[in-house]
């Protein structure tokens, strides 16, 4: 059986998010909202550090 808590394990290089404000790729973005639903998967939404200074954005792990 693998270890797969190895640090030295995990992949290198960038990882790229998805900003869901400007809809386009991005190396900065973290959650902003979970939108849970009754039936089937809810909906998270991310957002680039430019549209969250832009549109005053908070992180989900900082909002009150």
Known sequence: ???TTDPT???T?????WCDWHE???GTAVLIS???QCSGPG???YA???CREQRRLVPY???P
């Open 1 to 3: 059986m693998a270890n």
């Open 9 to 11: 394990l995990a992949p």
């Open 13 to 17: 290089g960038p990882t790229y998010g």
């Open 24 to 26: 386009g790729p991005s």
């Open 34 to 36: 979970v939108v849970e």
């Open 43 to 45: 909906i998270t939404r």
């Open 48 to 50: 680039c550090a430019p």
């Open 61 to 63: 792990g900082q909002q």
